[in-house]
């Protein structure tokens, strides 16, 4: 591998730890909750937030009949509805470990030759 592109990809993590550290805790929009929602809970929790959508397909930008909503009917949904906002809040202890991977990476790629 490159010696620049270790050494970045060390810095990256050392800069994410900082930001793990900085901040604790990251909330998502209303479309990224309803997509988390979506793929990772449970069928009837999905079914009870929106009862107008069967599935995901239904929420193609093309109309297959009148029923179903258009692409603009269903971002506007997405931007009212009053599904609430999910965060995430990692476990305090998660930027050390990820610091120091950061930095035996950043200083492995100090040691490698210049080629």
């Given at each position: ?27 998502l929009?209303?479309?990224a909750t ?82």
């Open positions: 591998m490159n010696r620049i592109f270790v050494m970045t990809f060390g810095l990256f993590f050392v800069l994410f730890s900082a930001q793990l550290f900085l901040i604790k805790a990251y909330v929009t209303p479309q309803r997509f988390v929602t979506e793929r990772f809970e449970a069928p009837d929790v999905v079914n009870n937030m929106a009862p107008n959508h069967s599935g995901p397909f239904n929420q193609a930008s093309f109309r297959m009949n009148s029923s179903q909503p258009s692409y603009l009917q269903t971002a506007n949904y997405l931007s009212n509805s009053s599904v609430s906002q999910r965060s995430i809040a990692p476990p305090n202890w998660l930027c050390w470990p990820t610091f120091f991977f950061g930095m035996v990476v950043f200083l492995h790629g100090l040691a490698l030759r210049n080629k």
